[in-house]
């Protein structure tokens, strides 16, 4: 059974920086491409970066580029997204997800970690 | 950026209707189209890809159809569990893109 949780949410302030992690099993990780979307209260989701299965290719929302990084440690079976300059309009649950046979749909997701940004 | 705009924004309906839901694409994306479906609380779960593939495990009543700028998720006949927040998503160029979602709600 697949299973992605995410961690390392949680209450920051303007300016400051996180790092999410999202630890996965039942599936052989360095074989899929993963994603983070993200979810502001209330409101649809939002796609926010894509990592390629070897870690080689990143892509990022206009919204976080430049203040976020995606990577992977394949050897843990882990992603990461590392958040700086937070802005107020960065608080959301945040939700990796597993790319769904090649394409960058996915087909499982965790059940999020939610990052709030306020003073 | 493709734009994705899903329409109506609401649906109200009762158990056994037909639903039927818009997604329409500012320019063409091929047949590279998601449905994600989101109950409250809750992660989404991929309905559809390719515009018309059910994924693993989508029961049959859900159909996807369309392709290039205009797609359409179909529930033949709701079930209860199906009144939720549906999502379009294109793959087809970079930054991926979300549509704004339908609530499927009971009437």
């Known amino acids: 059974e697949v299973q992605l949780l995410e961690s390392g949410g949680g209450l920051v302030q303007p300016g400051g920086s996180l790092r999410l992690s999202c630890a996965t099993s039942?599936?052989?990780?360095?074989?899929?491409?993963m994603t983070w979307v993200r979810q502001a209260p209330g409101k649809g989701l939002e796609w926010v970066s894509t990592i390629s299965d070897s870690g080689g290719s990143t892509h990022l929302a206009d919204s976080v580029k430049g203040r976020f990084t995606i990577s992977r440690d394949n050897s843990k079976n882990t992603l990461f997204l590392q958040m700086n300059s937070l802005r107020a309009d960065d608080t959301a649950v945040y939700y990796c997800a597993k790319g769904f046979r090649g394409t960058s749909f996915v087909d499982s997701w965790g059940q999020g970690t939610l990052v709030t940004v306020s003073s | 950026e493709i734009v994705l705009t899903q329409s109506p924004a609401t649906l109200s309906l009762s158990p056994g209707e037909r639903a039927t839901l818009s997604c329409r694409a500012s320019q063409s994306v091929s047949i590279y189209l998601a449905w994600y479906q989101q109950k409250s609380g809750q992660a989404p779960r991929l309905l559809m890809y390719d515009a018309s593939n059910r994924a693993t495990g989508i029961p049959a009543r859900f159909s996807g159809s369309g392709s290039e700028t205009d797609f359409t998720l179909t529930i033949s006949s709701l079930e209860p569990e199906d009144f939720a927040v549906y999502y379009c998503?294109?793959?087809?160029?970079?930054?991926?893109?979300f549509g704004g979602g339908t609530k499927v709600e009971i009437k």
């Open positions: 039942g599936f052989t990780f360095n074989n899929y491409g």
């Open positions: 998503q294109q793959r087809s160029n970079w930054p991926l893109t």
